[in-house]
């Protein structure tokens, strides 16, 4: 049974994508088929994973039913991990939607009528908004993947984004669920991050992995490659860090 | 003359709310006036500056019309430092103004009709987006300052930010213009940082102020406390560094 899961968090620069990219190469090592959907207009998603952005058969064609799941899929350098690319005019795409009826359902709609039966994982990467793209990731989602930066703002704004979960699954989606949190760029020497943890750890209790993935500098340079970082440095701390996340997220 | 700049980057964490705040209240030791308009439904100027999330006479007041400057403005614990507070049911207003007619002008109309002549700077937090928010923020500024964290995909956006940003200077604000562009969390040690920068300097020339603001974590503790960094730690590196951008600004 496919896992579509969500990977979200209003909060900027928390590490949605660096998450989206290497968990997903992570688990797809372990002999599983990871498909990665780009939803961010930034597209980091796709360029973190060597690939250009889609002109056509990308995420916006998917979405608006014009290609195929079949039509839009692109493989990675790493074997079991595909990816439906992203593209900067999604950001027209939120303005678009708010105009139509069911405009909370596209992705889900065109997830529904395609065959999933070939992954084990669909990992959606979120843009920092709680908009319409994020809102379709949410509705189209078994579970939500949160990732928290291990600073102050990050945890402000959790109980916003928990809220908002609650409401989408009583209106939209019953199934929705937290699949998981996890923090993310954690230094054990700062005091911030062990605050954090603190308080992740009273609100959230067994949602919260306990992998944590520290802050690693590799992780920032691998996309400058368009490489995942187990292909780029697999013994960093943080290609480690993934891993342990990936088998954390296998056994649930 | 009082200058408007919105401090915008479509990219998440790159520095925008920090630098608002640590800015503005480095400007306002400097014996000027400045206001900050919280225009990120997270709200994270609000709270980083002691505040609480505005119910009424907040942003979404101001915008429509319901409440005056006036009565929105606050005080904060800088003396010349006043905000306009932000609120989280922001996020359903740029739903909301999608389908309203005008609607890049809300913010545009709502300035120009307020007297602004108490303020020789008004700063405007903007969401990691280029939504409707973003947008009404470019088109009510005089001028756009772009924080860019010396990361890949920050740099990797900055093209995309700076075609928006002719895009709107030529169908709704003839006047706007690029400020200026700061690098954040800069860490001389990191390649990474110092090829971010030849980058940024190659592409950008003059706009490049000279002050790199570096990776400090006194920044980041400081808005748990609700303090811009001068309150809560003057002799960092942090707090030093938004001084002498703040001189670099009043220079310009
Ligand atoms: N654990 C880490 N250690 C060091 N750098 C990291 C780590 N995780 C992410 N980064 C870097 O921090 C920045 C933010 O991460 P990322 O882009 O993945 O966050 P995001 O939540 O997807 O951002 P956005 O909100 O813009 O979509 C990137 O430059 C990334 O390379
Ligand atoms: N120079 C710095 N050194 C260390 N930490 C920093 C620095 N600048 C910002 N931070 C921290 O990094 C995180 C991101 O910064 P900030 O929230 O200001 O970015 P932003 O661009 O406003 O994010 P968003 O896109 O979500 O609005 C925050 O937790 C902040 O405290
Ligand atoms: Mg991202
Ligand atoms: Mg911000």
């Known amino acids: 049974m496919t896992k579509i899961l969500a990977v979200a968090n209003q909060k900027g620069g928390v590490g949605k994508t660096t998450t989206v990219i290497n968990l997903g190469a992570s688990i797809a090592v ?3 088929e990871v498909l990665v959907i780009d939803l961010d207009p930034q597209a980091n998603a796709t360029s973190g994973l060597g690939s250009t952005e889609a002109d056509s058969c990308g995420i916006h064609s998917f979405i608006s039913g014009e290609n195929s799941l079949e039509e839009c899929v692109v493989s990675t350098e790493i074997e079991g991990l595909s990816l439906i690319r992203g593209a900067r005019h999604l950001a027209g795409t939120e303005i678009e939607l708010a105009s139509q009826d069911e405009r909370e359902f596209f992705l889900a709609e065109a997830l529904s009528t395609s065959d999933l039966s070939n992954y084990d994982y669909v990992l959606i990467d979120c843009p920092p908004s709680l908009g319409l793209l994020t809102i379709n990731a949410l509705v189209a989602a078994d579970g939500v993947l949160l990732t928290v930066q291990s600073e102050y703002y990050a945890l402000e ?14 209106h939209w989606n019953k199934r929705l669920k937290i699949f998981g949190v996890v923090l993310t760029m954690y230094d054990k020497r700062l005091k911030l991050s062990r605050e954090v943890e603190e308080e992740a ?9 306990s992998t944590r993935i520290p802050r690693n500098v590799r992780l920032s340079e691998a996309p400058s490659h368009g490489k995942p970082v187990i292909l780029y440095d697999a013994y960093s701390s943080g290609a480690k860090s993934y891993m342990s996340l990936a088998r954390e997220v296998l056994s649930r």
């Open 157 to 170: 704004g959790l109980s916003h984004l928990i809220e908002t979960i609650k409401r989408i699954k009583a």
């Open 30 to 32: 372990h002999d599983k």
């Open 201 to 209: 750890d009273k609100f959230l209790g067994k949602a919260l992995f």
